[in-house]
């Protein structure tokens, strides 16, 4: 099925699902939907258009409309930027859904993350039309370390604020200055390691919000989440490794280990099978496949930049139609570590550029 149906799909069926949880009018009888849903639908209508832009098929028609014989492109450079930057948007826009969906289901945080990763797998596998996987100690080490960031950035989701979990995630730079000097046994630039000290005191301050035994655990969870993380994210930056084998093993080893979990989960309401949906199809595996699209359009500066909504949206989205509040060391906390993580990309993405003669 394309994915521009699939996404029209999961439109209609928030639509459904959202009149059914609201109350009705006392005299007409008639369903109600309050502006708090009312937004969220809405968000979700304006995104599926995004979505049907950005089709898994092979681009056909637009192939036929953008490129001539031996491969001559009409389109102009702007053109095709401008539909990167806003896959990659949209890819944060999905990104940032995660903390609000994952609060909202009445689930274990292993059976809510087995049961998106199943969903994402399953799409996945569709767009790679194989489900083989190219084992190697890389691919192994990264489809690791892509399940344990997934299920303990799920589980500090359930333990602490979805602001702590998603800021403390995005401390991974700070990790992987760790992981090459230790790998290269070579010692980081001065920038590199100013950076890393200005992240241990942005998660200090994030962590000085919640010193209560759950929130704190929470707050572990999510930091050793943003350690698999970083580590996912240095291993596949190596030229052995393999990517797409990596986050294809990653996604069968999370639904492998929570599988027990969520055959245990006895609430499968229509609001909780859509969330599930959407967590699974939506916010992670359609995301991916936006990234892919958009990252071969645009700079990787421009990625950094765009990616940094994620940890700005998630818990704004969460306060708005969740409830939860938003402490203020978490707010300076995640600046620090919002600017400081952009602060090292853009060095990074300087560096790595080709200079010019």
């Known amino acids: 099925m394309p994915l521009t149906r699939i996404a029209h799909f999961f439109r209609w069926a928030l639509f459904l699902i959202l009149n059914r949880r609201n109350n009705t009018h006392a005299d ?30 092979p681009f056909s028609a637009l192939f036929q409309t953008l490129f001539i014989k031996k491969g001559e492109c009409i389109m102009t450079r702007k053109k095709e930027m401008i539909k990167g ?12 859904l995660g903390g609000l969906f994952i609060k909202l289901i009445p689930w274990s945080a292993m059976s809510i993350n087995a049961g998106r990763c199943l969903i994402a797998l399953g799409l996945k596998a ?12 890389y691919v192994i080490i990264a489809g690791a370390s892509f399940a344990a960031n997934s299920i303990l950035f799920t589980l500090a989701t359930k333990y602490t604020t979805s602001a702590n979990a998603i800021l403390l995630q995005y401390s991974a730079p700070l990790f992987v200055v760790l992981f090459s000097w230790i790998h290269t046994r070579r010692r980081p630039p001065m920038t590199s390691m100013l950076t890393a000290f200005v992240i241990i005191g942005g998660v200090a301050l994030c962590c000085l919000d919640n010193l ?15 350690v698999f993380f ?24 999370s639904v492998l280990l929570g599988l027990p979990s969520l055959l245990q989960e006895t609430v499968f309401t229509l609001p909780v099978i859509g969330y599930i949906l959407i967590l699974g199809a939506v916010q992670l595996g359609l995301a991916y496949l936006l990234l892919e699209y958009g990252i071969r359009r645009v700079s990787p500066l421009s990625v950094v930049f765009l990616s940094a909504l994620e940890p700005i949206l998630n818990p704004v989205w969460v306060a708005i139609f ?8 978490a707010i300076a906390g995640g600046i620090l570590v919002l600017s400081a993580s952009i602060f090292h990309s853009v060095l990074d993405a300087k560096r790595s550029s080709p200079q010019k003669p």
């Open 28 to 57: 007409t009888g008639q369903k109600l939907i309050t502006p708090r849903y009312a937004a969220l639908f809405s968000f979700f209508n304006i995104t599926s258009h995004l979505f049907s832009v950005f089709s898994a098929q």
């Open 85 to 96: 930057y806003a896959a990659v948007l949209s890819t944060a826009l999905l990104w940032s």
């Open 126 to 137: 569709s767009v790679r039309k194989s489900v083989k996987i190219r084992l190697n100690a």
């Open 212 to 226: 209560g035994g759950g929130n704190m655990l929470g707050n572990l969870l999510a930091l050793l989440s943003g």
């Open 230 to 253: 970083a580590l996912m994210l240095y291993v596949n930056s190596l030229p052995e490794a393999r990517p797409d084998d990596a986050s294809f093993f990653g996604f069968l080893l």
């Open 322 to 329: 969740y409830g939860e509040k938003i402490g203020f060391y």
